[in-house]
């Protein structure tokens, strides 16, 4: 099935099986490997991707539905190599150690600050409850999430 | 962990939809909504349907409108929706509680209530809510319309009256009674994860009395479902953790729990009987007057 996508600003033209997730196609189709895949069930939150401005999960969402979408991936969020201060926050905070759960967290807590940039501790906890960091980072990650809302709340889009 | 192979149907109308659905739910086709039960159920070779008819592309069904006495709640609307008040007052607050206790972020801005209560999942939140404050749903064919009254919606669990070529496109939740309070309690070791109990309760203060008591339970039983004898017993009596407790207590004798391997049927009746208690306490101090979900 023939679907066009806006990915990360570019626009994407791709015929698709229509069993086809967004994360695989994005992966396979477009060599973005940076949106991670493990449970492939909706439970460990590797996979989220920004699908309209809207957090979803990759594996839970067919690629033909993203037709005619604006899709972001954490290859998205910064542009010229510079890190968002999302981003930043997470490095000054160590709020990363392997790295296998940090793109899906990234664009979780990136949709999530866009929408509310006053968004309090207890409800950034209740929100990464939905991705599984076998690190045991999470108390960092709520560190960087907490500073970085000041960049959201400054307005614009901070991943630009 | 890959969905098998299907064909993928995109309606944009109601009735087109309808036609699909009469031409091809024989053979096991399946609507998609929000995927956020289907696409899994697929990917774990749990559910294989030939066809999928994708509703997604039609307009108008992501309607949230407030009707006389009750919620029109299109097939389109997601949990995320409700995520702040759909409408003023407490209804709205109770609803906007609700939805956070659904699944992760990530899931509620695609999974819809219409699609929980097809699904009819023992431990969907929205079950809950419909059976304890009483809602209709209406389901459209090609043959016609009908409503049917959440009492004799659900046939076990994730089984309902539900027609395969029958499209839910609608659910009339009831709008509480005036002046009524809330209270929901919702347990699960991880949040977001499916409730291993949970309970709904509300009532109204009339000179000191409850009235209109209503308490539900989910994720106990197959089905979720009001306890009349807990709320016979709290009727008419002036509220606090005593009365709490003691018609709470009641609901360990009246329930049927489901088991598994990791939560025993006794496990789930002591739940249920906690799960209502801390409702009734959360509704309490959502009385009028009080900081919480009250007028």
């Excluded at chain 1, 201060?85 to 392997?98: M, Y």
């Excluded at chain 1, 990136?110 to 207890?122: G, S, Y």
């Excluded at chain 1, 939905?130 to 990650?141: E, H």
């Excluded at chain 2, 997604?56 to 995320?80: K, P, Q, V, W, Y």
Aim: glycine share 10%; with cysteine.
């Amino acid at each position: 099935m023939k679907i066009a996508l806006t990915v990360n600003g570019r626009p994407a033209a791709l015929d698709v099986a229509p069993r086809t997730t967004l994360a695989d196609c994005l992966r396979h189709a477009l060599g973005l490997t940076g949106t991670h895949l493990a449970c492939e069930h909706g439970v460990c939150g590797a996979c989220t991707v920004i699908v309209d401005g809207a957090a979803v999960r990759g594996c839970l969402t067919l690629a033909v539905q993203a037709d005619g979408a604006e899709v972001t991936t954490v290859e998205g969020l910064a542009g010229d190599g510079a890190l968002t201060p999302l981003q930043e926050a997470f490095r000054r905070h160590h709020a990363l150690q392997c790295g296998f759960c940090t793109a899906g967290i990234l664009t979780t807590l990136h949709a999530l600050l866009t929408e509310n940039p006053d968004v309090e501790a207890c409800e950034i906890r209740e929100v990464l409850s939905g991705n599984i960091c076998r690190c045991t980072g999470y108390i960092p990650i709520v560190e960087a999430a907490l500073e970085a809302r000041a960049a959201y709340r400054r307005g614009g889009d901070p991943a630009q | 962990m890959k969905a098998p192979p299907f064909t993928l149907h995109r309606p944009a109308t109601v009735d087109e939809a309808a036609g699909l659905l009469a031409a091809l739910a024989d053979e096991g086709a399946l609507v998609l909504a929000g995927g956020q039960s289907l696409v899994p159920m697929m990917a774990l070779r749990l559910a294989y349907p030939p066809d999928l008819i994708d509703i997604n592309g039609i307009a108008g069904l992501d309607r949230i409108e407030l009707s006389g006495d009750h919620l029109a709640i299109g097939a389109l609307a997601r949990h995320h929706d409700f995520r702040r008040s759909v409408v003023p007052g407490p209804f709205g607050a109770l609803l906007a509680r609700i939805s956070h206790e659904i699944a992760h972020y990530p899931i509620r801005t695609r999974g819809t209530f219409c699609g929980s209560l097809a699904h009819a999942d023992p431990a969907s939140e929205w079950c809950l809510t419909a059976a304890t404050l009483g809602a209709e749903m209406v389901l459209r064919s090609q043959a016609g319309e009908r409503a049917v009254p959440v009492a004799d919606w659900f046939e076990g669990a994730m089984a309902t009256v539900r027609e395969p070529e029958e499209l839910l496109v609608e659910v009339r939740l009831s709008r509480p009674a005036e002046g009524s309070a809330w209270g929901f309690y919702e347990f699960n070791r991880r949040a977001g994860d499916f409730a291993i109990g949970a309970a709904l309760a509300g009532y109204r203060l009339e000179g000191g009395a409850m009235r209109d008591v209503h308490v539900g339970i989910g994720a106990i039983e197959e089905v979720p479902r009001r306890l009349g004898e807990v709320e016979a017993a709290l009727e008419g009596q002036p509220p606090g953790p005593e009365a709490f407790r003691t018609a709470a207590r009641i609901a360990a004798g009246a329930v049927e729990p489901l088991e598994d391997f990791a939560t025993p049927a006794d496990y789930r009746r002591d739940l249920a009987v906690t799960a209502i208690e801390r409702a009734l306490a959360e509704a309490a101090l959502a009385q009028p007057g009080q900081r919480g979900m009250a007028a």
